[in-house]
């Protein structure tokens, strides 16, 4: 393991991560919304670690191995997680240090589950922050699942059958970072593309920023209490739709259909895309029918918040809580699927999903023909022995871990109801979830203890669990 150089690229992103407060200082000038000078305060502070990372590590790696990039990754989230709480306690945003850690680290990785209200009449440069966090995790997680995720053999990329650059077996290799320039320069196109839409539906032109972020990171935070439900445009409703379900898809499909001048057939020919579109599809007829049925939902309400949940965006348009009991335990469904893998979402990806079921019926087929050399495919293309067994272990892990986390929020005190939903939305990175911690409620009455143990939560489902108990071997350490 390459420490120094684990150091020097921590350093780097720090000072990265510090450039970006600049921006909301900028917004708190401009708008004369106060907090200018906690933000450069913070900024200062952030980049003086970052500088000091830097001349400690010596000097860019010539190469990093693929334990160096595990270690980069699980440290990037916490550290960041925890350099990103600063604003928000400087400012006095969040009154408490749990809370401050909580907003930020529900920021970084994309959940969405926020302590705070009032978003309405907070000052500008602190929403911007909020939506700016969001915005950088997001692509933080398309790299991850690009340049790190495959080395554990679960990440999904490994079944990617288009002719797509990416990592090699044992090391982060040039082919990586040419890869990610190419998907920053989509990640950032699509992001100017939903603002523009969204100005020129009526949108003000900083909510519309900020929902763009927020919508094409799959992130959730909203300007206002009331979140999307606050606009009462079909338009802008439509539009926000129309790119969470982009930004739910692989973005390595995006990468190749531009390739191929914006050919629709690289989407159509993907099967993990096609497994996506007909479950948001089947999800919103079925809570639609419980829900109109009810009398307690409109299709429109329906239409929109199956797509949030189902892309693990968070955005709502109304109390889907109120909803059936029933529609209840689709959306928990919809949460744990997901979107697809190397999306900016969150859950355990549909590919995953997928691989699952069809590993599932491979053991029935061969109930019936003992001795029939049956194959799991995608597509045309035959998944490998170990990849199945790797996806089992993931599942496995993945829902132990979930059981843990809603144990222990329960034993702090909270409800069942609340405290399993609560697990579900922070471990999918989907951030509201039910009970307490509904759309129509925040986080902010659970216990410190609870609000730890869903941040690690957080965490621990944007590493996607294996890229932690990696760390925890001892294997892992040996030279």
């Known amino acids: 393991m390459h420490s120094k150089g684990v150091v020097w690229t921590l350093g780097v992103l720090v000072s990265l991560f510090a450039g970006g407060m600049v921006f909301p200082a900028l917004i708190a000038l401009y708008y004369d919304s106060g907090h200018a000078d906690q933000f450069i305060l913070a900024a200062l502070l952030v980049l003086m670690l970052g500088v000091l990372m830097i001349n400690w590590g010596g000097g860019a790696p010539k190469q990093l191995g693929h334990k160096d990039g595990f270690l980069i990754v699980a440290l990037a989230w916490v550290v960041l997680s925890v350099l990103g709480a600063i604003p928000f306690l400087t400012t006095g945003t969040c009154d408490s240090v749990i809370d401050a850690l ?16 009032g978003l309405d009449t907070m000052p500008r440069s602190i929403l911007f922050w909020r939506s700016m966090q969001e915005w950088l995790g997001g692509m933080g997680i398309i790299v991850l699942a690009v340049a790190v995720m495959p080395l554990l053999g679960v990440g999904g990329m490994q079944l990617f059958r288009a002719e797509t650059p990416g990592p090699v077996k044992d090391k982060l290799t040039a082919r990586v970072t040419e890869t990610a320039k190419v998907l920053w320069y989509i990640y950032l196109s699509m992001t100017a593309i939903t603002a523009l839409c969204l100005w020129l539906a009526g949108m003000g032109i900083f909510d519309a920023i900020n929902h763009a972020m927020t919508t094409v990171a799959i992130g959730g935070f909203s300007t206002h209490d009331a979140s999307i439900g606050y606009y009462e445009s079909d338009t802008i409703r439509g539009l926000i739709i129309l790119f969470m379900f982009f930004a739910g898809i692989n973005f390595t499909l995006h990468f190749a259909a531009m390739r191929r001048g914006f050919s629709v057939s690289a989407y159509t020919r993907d099967e993990e895309f096609k497994t996506y579109v007909k479950w948001i599809l089947a999800l919103i007829f079925l809570i639609g029918f419980l829900a109109l049925i009810s009398g307690k939902g409109t299709w429109d309400e329906v239409l929109f918040n199956t797509v949030s949940i189902a892309t693990t965006t968070g955005f ?23 979107a697809c893998a190397g999306s900016t979402g969150g859950g355990m990806k549909v590919v995953r999903v997928l691989l699952l079921f069809r590993q599932g019926m491979r053991e029935v087929r061969r109930l019936i023909h003992p001795h029939a050399i049956i194959h799991v495919k995608i597509g ?62 925040t986080y902010a009455l659970l216990p410190d203890t609870a609000k730890a143990v869903l941040m690690f939560g957080m965490v621990l489902g944007r590493l996607e669990i294996f890229t932690f108990f990696v760390l925890l071997v001892p294997e892992f350490w040996r030279k």
């Open 102 to 117: 909580f907003e930020s680290t529900s920021g970084l990785t994309t959940t969405g589950a926020t302590v705070l209200t």
């Open 380 to 441: 045309e293309q035959s998944v490998q022995g170990p990849v199945v067994q790797a996806l089992w272990g993931f599942f496995v892990l993945y829902m132990v871990c979930f059981a843990v986390i809603a144990v222990l929020v329960a034993s702090s005190g909270v409800d069942m109801t609340t405290a399993i939903s609560a697990a579900a939305a922070c471990i999918t990175n989907t951030g509201p979830g039910f009970g307490d911690v509904g759309p129509a409620s």
């Open 316 to 338: 709502a348009v109304s109390d889907y809580g109120a909803w059936p009991p029933g529609t209840t335990m689709l959306l928990l469904m919809a949460m744990f699927v997901g």
